[in-house]
């Protein structure tokens, strides 16, 4: 798409969450050295506040991208990031995925790392006690709106990783075919 003779792309994000828009900004900014207007659209995910499994962590991601893109005039860029938890033997973990679409149709996914998510956090999560992690850690360790401000991976790290970080990564993954564009031409 030439990027990078762009002054400034545009870049539809599926979510008001002020940690997701500064981890996409971020991506963005860093990887392909460029401004970057980030503009915020709330949008349904088309899945339950908690994703359960790969799959739903997906669709949420893709359903924000495209719902995202399509409601900014001019984007150069939609955005979906979706954070969720999956199973891996007897363990959860939790993950953001990302889902970037250009102006032209080019898709792509990218993951973050993951991180094992407390058993009796997620055993709360998959009996239905709790509608999303964040209401768990809110009430567990006295927080508020927690998924908003660094995420339980800045508790769990004590401050050295936090969503933003989790949201950039997962990005920068996503990003990977614009900035290598000779090996990903269709």
Request: charged residues 25%; contains cysteine; aromatic residues 6%.
């Amino acid at each position: 798409m030439g990027l990078t003779r762009k002054p400034e792309v545009i870049v539809a994000a599926g979510t008001k969450n002020p940690s997701k828009v500064a981890g996409i900004r971020a991506a963005f900014t860093e990887l392909l050295g460029i401004s970057v207007k980030v503009i915020p659209v709330a949008v349904d995910p088309g899945v339950p506040p908690q994703p359960l499994g790969m799959n739903e962590i997906l669709l949420g991601a893709k359903n924000r991208c495209l719902r995202a893109f399509s409601s900014v005039k001019d984007a150069d860029f939609g955005v979906g990031v979706e954070a969720g938890i999956y199973r891996v033997e007897d363990r959860y973990y939790d993950v953001q995925v990302a889902v970037i679409r250009d102006s032209n149709g080019l898709t792509s996914v990218g993951f973050s790392p993951s991180f094992q998510v407390p058993p009796p956090f997620a055993d709360a999560l998959v009996r239905g006690e709790a509608r999303e992690l964040e209401v768990v850690v809110d009430k567990y360790f006295g927080t508020k709106d927690i998924g908003e401000k660094g995420g339980l991976i800045k508790i769990l790290t004590k401050g050295v990783v936090t969503r933003e970080h989790l949201t950039r990564d997962a990005v920068l993954m996503a990003l990977i075919p614009w900035v290598n564009e000779e090996l990903y031409k269709r």
